[in-house]
């Protein structure tokens, strides 16, 4: 039965620093350096850890301990306060991952860079965890395997075949694509490339693929080919006219500190009137996206421009209104 060692990772750190002296060093010795309060025997059981499972080079006889190898060292991180407070909120951060098939690698990363924290290493009880809440977006559901295998073909410059229902459908069709880059938008993922039915370059969910294969056929990118013709990173992957629409938005003085207080967009133009209320301008590609947002925020914003996306906010709230008639 394997014998299970408790071990504290900032002891092992101590202990690795003395031993990289290449003095010899008995285990009181070694108590007395790192901290007396420990017995004899914890420090043995740490050098049996460090010979045995961290493979450390340790020479061992009558005058004590010592590594024979000059370079050796075990690795750690060493992390500020303020890096020590990302590491306490990553964890309940990684919460709008579950059930995506990142959540498991990104745990596991998590827990690798914790095992290398020293044990003693302590912060602000306002930083802890229960303390701090993430509410994630709502996301779909995507399979491991159809995730993984999506990002080989990506990797790998190989075409896919897949059945895709799109939104207006109720029905699965055959796709073939040349995959060509992959962005998460609030959780959701989608892939971007050539799709061979359509001839042209298209954008699919994740999650509404399915039965996804990687061909053996190759496929080379455009040189010509840029993310931004098809997505405005900081709006969304709505598929939309190249030519970045110009926008004016009026905001109410009831919302007024909401919109004062938020970039909407790098390159924005912000005023705030005397009448308390906020004008808005930026240029992006994504109409939807853009209508979406306004018809969240209710009364509270008024679309001054461009007159095309005033026109399609008006019939969208007309078709809104009939549904309560």
């Given at each position: 039965m394997e014998r299970q060692v408790k071990v504290n990772n900032w002891r092992i750190i101590k202990i690795d620093e003395l031993?990289?002296?290449?003095?010899?060093?008995?285990?009181?010795?070694i108590v007395q350096a790192v901290d007396a309060s420990y017995s004899v025997r914890t420090i043995q059981r740490d050098l049996e850890y460090l010979r045995d499972t961290l493979g450390a080079p340790i020479e061992s006889g009558s005058q004590g301990y010592r590594y024979y190898e000059k370079n050796f060292f075990i690795k750690n991180i060493q992390l500020t306060e303020g890096e020590v407070f990302s590491v306490a909120v990553l964890n309940p951060l990684l919460e709008q991952y579950r059930d995506t098939p990142l959540e498991n690698q990104l745990r596991s990363v998590f827990q690798k860079i914790t095992n290398c924290l020293p044990d003693k290493i302590t912060i602000d009880s306002t930083f802890l965890n229960p303390k701090i809440t993430f509410i994630p977006d709502i996301k779909e559901k995507i399979n491991q395997e159809l995730f993984n295998t999506v990002f080989d073909a990506m990797k790998n410059c190989r075409s896919l075949t897949f059945d895709y229902r799109p939104l207006q459908k109720s029905s699965f069709m055959e796709r073939t694509l040349d995959p060509y880059h992959a962005v998460c938008q609030k959780g959701n993922w989608y892939v971007i490339g050539k799709c061979h039915d359509k001839g042209d370059v298209r954008i699919f969910s994740f999650g509404r693929m399915?039965?996804?294969?990687?061909?053996?056929?190759?496929?080379?990118?455009?040189?010509?080919?840029?993310?931004?013709?098809?997505?405005?990173?900081?709006?969304?992957?709505?598929?939309?006219?190249?030519?970045?629409?110009?926008?004016?938005?009026?905001?109410?003085?009831?919302?007024?500190?909401?919109?004062?207080?938020?970039?909407?967009?790098?390159?924005?133009?912000?005023?705030?009137?005397?009448?308390?209320?906020?004008?808005?301008?930026?240029?992006?590609?994504?109409k939807k996206e853009l209508i979406r947002f306004i018809l969240g925020q209710g009364h509270t914003v008024k679309v001054l421009s461009p007159s095309n996306l005033v026109e399609e906010v008006k019939a969208e709230l007309e078709k809104t209104l009939g549904k309560y008639k």
């Open positions: 031993l990289q002296t290449g003095k010899w060093y008995t285990a009181k010795e399915k039965n996804v294969v990687m061909t053996s056929n190759k496929f080379t990118i455009p040189k010509d080919f840029k993310t931004s013709d098809f997505f405005d990173s900081e709006m969304g992957v709505w598929l939309s006219d190249r030519t970045p629409l110009e926008v004016e938005l009026l905001f109410d003085k009831e919302i007024a500190t909401y919109a004062a207080t938020r970039i909407f967009h790098s390159e924005q133009t912000m005023q705030e009137h005397e009448d308390g209320s906020v004008y808005l301008k930026f240029k992006t590609t994504q």
